[in-house]
Each structure stands twice: as structure tokens, then as C-alpha cells.
């Protein structure tokens, strides 16, 4: 089976940087991938690792160690716009079997 | 506009009703999947489909069905509802190689009465 573990929830202030972690459990792991979601709204795709490493899309960054299993999001200059949720989420298995386990999410409230 | 949809986008039904939710993109995409949303849950997967004609399930597929006859549609039938069931269910795309990035529909938010 598969497990990931991630807060649920985060405050920071407008401005700042918050880091979002993400720990996972899983028998085939090909990837992380991270998905936001305001209140009311569709999550939306913002990043995935496949290999090791920081991979940076403006404010926001992923980064990822496989060895650890672990994963985080990092987002910079924190604006009220990004008070959403962000779930991390485990691309597994191969062929046909292409499936993404996401996380129960974490809350993020941006403070003025 | 290209995309994807779901209709309804809200609905009631009661216990025992059979339901169904429509969902359909434009971007020919190979991949389609159905996840419900509940509290506490994130989004679990319930049926995904490779292709037109090749369905197979996620972590949460009982009292539920789906097809897949043509590639930009993948309708979710709940046979006999059940209170349980209340839930608000995304369908979701990707293409082949990449389904790490899938793009979400609205949403469809179910009561069970």
C-alpha cells in the first residue's frame, strides 16, 4: 500500500516563506507531484520531481529525496493569494497503471 | 473552450436512486480518472481509464461503475445511492506520458438525502 504524510495545516504571513512537507510510503514510486486548491475550486498542477533535487517555477519550488522519501514545497514571498490548500501526491506504477495517491492536504492561511 | 466539464455541477438525490456524472474533455487526452473529495480524505481515486474501452479501479470503487466508449467522455454511475456517498467527485485528465500532470474539472457536489 501507500501512505503520505503532510500537515494539515500551515499560517505564515504575506511576505514570507513557508515550507510544505511531505513524507511517503509507497512499493512503486516514479514521482511527487504537487497540486493547489482554493476553497471551492479544482486542484491545479504546480509541480512534479521525478529525480532528486530542487526544481523552481517562480515563487514556488519542489524539492525531493528519494533515499528519505520525503518531498517539500517551498513557497517565497508569500502573497494572500496562495491561502489554498496543497496536497502532495505519489505517481506510481507503470503501463497502464498510471495512478496518482494524493495526501489528506495542507491548509494554508496567509496573514496580512 | 476547450477543456474539461462535468455536469451537473450540483446535485441532490436520494438513498437507493442510481445517479450519473457526466464528464468530458476536448484535449483528446488518453487518460481520465474519478476522485472524490470528502473531509479529511484529500482526494481518493475511485476508476481510471487508459484509453477508450480500458477501465480499472482506484482505492474506492465499490457502488460504483463507470465506461469509457469514446476517448472524451468517462461517466460515473452510482447504482444505488447511499448516504455515504455524499461527496464532491472531480474528474480529472492527463495525457499518456506525463499523468503526474492531470487537470481537474470543476467539480460535481453530490447530497445523498
Known amino acids: 500500500g501507500q501512505s503520505l504524510e503532510q500537515p494539515s495545516e500551515v499560517t505564515a504571513v504575506e511576505g514570507a516563506i513557508v515550507q510544505i512537507n511531505c513524507t511517503y510510503q509507497t512499493s512503486g514510486f516514479y514521482g511527487l507531484s504537487w497540486y493547489q486548491q482554493h476553497d471551492g475550486g ?7 520531481n521525478a529525480l532528486d533535487g530542487l526544481e523552481e517555477t517562480g515563487r514556488f519550488s519542489s524539492f525531493l529525496s528519494r533515499s528519505d522519501s520525503y518531498g517539500y514545497l517551498l513557497l517565497q514571498e508569500l502573497q494572500m493569494k496562495d491561502s489554498a490548500s496543497y496536497f502532495c501526491a ?15 492536504g495542507t491548509q494554508l492561511t496567509v496573514l496580512p | 473552450d476547450a477543456g474539461i466539464t462535468q455536469s451537473p455541477r450540483y446535485k441532490i438525490t436520494e438513498t437507493g436512486r442510481q445517479v450519473t456524472l457526466m464528464c468530458h474533455q476536448t484535449w483528446s487526452h488518453s487518460y481520465m480518472f474519478w476522485y472524490r473529495q470528502d473531509l479529511g480524505h484529500g482526494l481518493r ?3 481510471y ?19 469509457r466508449s469514446k476517448t ?4 460515473l454511475t452510482l447504482e444505488s445511492a447511499t448516504r455515504s456517498q455524499t461527496s464532491v467527485y472531480f474528474c480529472a485528465s492527463s495525457e499518456g506520458t ?16
Not at chain 2, 72 to 75: D, G, T
Not at chain 2, 102 to 111: I, K, M, V
Request: glycine fraction near 10%; avoid cysteine.
Open chain 1, 42 to 48: 479544482a486542484p491545479t498542477f504546480l509541480s512534479y
Open chain 2, 98 to 113: 506525463s499523468s503526474y500532470e492531470q487537470y481537474f474539472g470543476p467539480g460535481t457536489r453530490l447530497t445523498v438525502t
Open chain 2, 49 to 67: 481509464s487508459a484509453a477508450a474501452d480500458i477501465t480499472d479501479k482506484g482505492e474506492v470503487p465499490d457502488g460504483y461503475v463507470v465506461s
Open chain 2, 45 to 47: 481515486l475511485i476508476y
Open chain 2, 72 to 75: 472524451e467522455n468517462f461517466p
Open chain 1, 90 to 104: 505519489v505517481r506510481e506504477g507503470s503501463g497502464s497503471a498510471r495512478q496518482l495517491t494524493f495526501g489528506s
